[in-house]
């Protein structure tokens, strides 16, 4: 099914004055030193509220609470994922993020395909490369005694591991990475639309040669790839690759410049760490609760009440997960960080749109901090600097000066 956005009024008649949240989402979650704790501020009104500027300041429902988000993930038949305004918008072409954008029934086809490249077991065969790759990045600057951390690592280390799994070439890492930032946090929609353009470009090329010579199992299995009996059409295909991209390249690289930051102002969970490396599955469960950075969107299919809120058809709907995992309701302390504790988050999502790549994601988190536990003592904030961050569809660092010893 897809649904529409219908709503681009700023303030619907159908919208109760009560739950109106006159703000821009943006500029609100960059209040402060700290982007978790200003979007936070949130959970003081109401679970559902009505964001007048919620989106690159289109209007639209926020949700604040754990169970509402969850809910709102489950309940496809309200709340839809296969809604314009996204990649097909900015193409001009049919192409859905394959199989995000996709709702049950039919996103189980295209799950099946990318699945078996994904589990547990077929992930433990990445690890060699994925630690070499974190060791070679870490050489650059290990005996400088400091780096900044985003650029000398955070974006080419998730960048590198996709790049080779999707046997891409690392030397246009910069162009991808260039357009990926427009893609994702440009303001001028124009940007967005010839970034998007520019991605597509490459990608149709890439998966043109893959159809005729893969050179992969994973890209192998996506050009062979059944969907009810019969071969991934050309959209199809795009749309996997396209998903493959944008979410392998931002998310990973977003957290774990949050997690090095925690770790460099928390020196004595470093060292915990380091003296206890068997707790690290532990930590990269609570570091990714307490740093989720991801807002996905859902539209409304058809007129319907929601915890008492009438929601109309092709309304927008914007799910912060950060919001769910740092819900006072669910988690004591929810800004603390307490790897002792075992969250149930949804940091990848849950239901059907758990993430496909959620074990791939937390390996490199996992091997990325052991690397830098293992390479550095006293890792902390270089003296006299500041770290600066964003915010939009994805919270990330973008300076983190470090330095070591």
């Given at each position: ?169 690392r030397d246009l890492l910069d162009q991808f990475m260039g357009w990926q930032d427009e893609l994702m946090r440009a303001s001028d929609p124009m940007v967005r639309v010839a970034a998007a353009r520019s991605i597509y470009g490459y990608l149709k090329q890439h998966m043109e040669a893959q159809q005729a010579n893969p050179t992969t199992d994973l890209l192998k299995g996506i050009v062979s790839g059944q969907v009810e009996d019969r071969p991934m059409n050309f959209y199809e295909m795009m749309g996997m690759f396209y998903v493959l991209y944008v979410g392998g390249l931002d998310t990973v690289y977003s957290t774990i410049g949050w997690i090095m930051q925690h770790l460099a102002t928390h020196p004595e ?137």
């Amino acid at each position: 099914m897809s649904a529409p956005f219908a709503t681009t009024e700023r303030l619907p008649e159908s919208v109760p004055s009560e739950l109106v949240w006159d703000h821009d989402f943006d500029t609100f979650t960059l209040e402060g030193d700290d982007p978790f704790i200003s979007i936070a501020r949130l959970h003081d009104g109401p679970p559902v509220i009505w964001g007048t500027e919620a989106n690159f300041k289109r209007p639209g429902w926020i949700l604040t609470r754990d169970d509402v988000i969850r809910e709102a993930f489950i309940d496809y038949e309200h709340f839809s994922s296969e809604r314009p305004g996204m990649i097909a918008d900015m193409l001009g072409e049919p192409v859905l993020l394959n199989p995000i954008e996709i709702d049950p029934p039919r996103h189980h086809q295209y799950r099946k395909i990318l699945n078996p490249f994904f589990t547990p077991a077929a992930i433990r065969g990445y690890d060699e490369p994925v630690r070499q790759i974190c060791r070679e990045l870490i050489a650059k600057f290990r005996d400088r005694g400091e780096c900044e951390f985003v650029d000398e690592f955070a974006v080419p280390f998730p960048s590198y591991v996709f790049l080779d799994l999707m046997d891409l070439p690392r030397d246009l890492l910069d162009q991808f990475m260039g357009w990926q930032d427009e893609l994702m946090r440009a303001s001028d929609p124009m940007v967005r639309v010839a970034a998007a353009r520019s991605i597509y470009g490459y990608l149709k090329q890439h998966m043109e040669a893959q159809q005729a010579n893969p050179t992969t199992d994973l890209l192998k299995g996506i050009v062979s790839g059944q969907v009810e009996d019969r071969p991934m059409n050309f959209y199809e295909m795009m749309g996997m690759f396209y998903v493959l991209y944008v979410g392998g390249l931002d998310t990973v690289y977003s957290t774990i410049g949050w997690i090095m930051q925690h770790l460099a102002t928390h020196p004595e969970l470093q060292q915990r760490l380091r003296e206890n490396p068997d707790l690290l599955p532990q930590a990269i469960e609570e570091f990714s609760r307490a740093y989720s950075v991801v807002i996905t969107h859902r539209a409304v299919t058809k007129d319907f009440v929601f915890h008492g809120v009438p929601m109309k058809k092709g309304d927008e709907v914007n799910l912060p997960i950060m919001l769910a995992n740092r819900d006072p309701e669910v988690y004591d302390d929810p800004h603390t960080v307490d790897i002792g504790r075992k969250p149930r988050h949804i940091a990848f999502g849950t239901g059907t749109h758990n993430c496909v790549g959620i074990n791939l994601a937390k390996r490199e988190m996992r091997i990325v901090v052991e690397e830098f536990l293992k390479a550095f003592d006293n890792i902390r904030i270089k003296p006299g600097e500041t770290p600066r961050y964003h915010t939009g569809r994805t919270f990330g660092l973008d300076y983190l000066p470090l330095t070591w010893g």
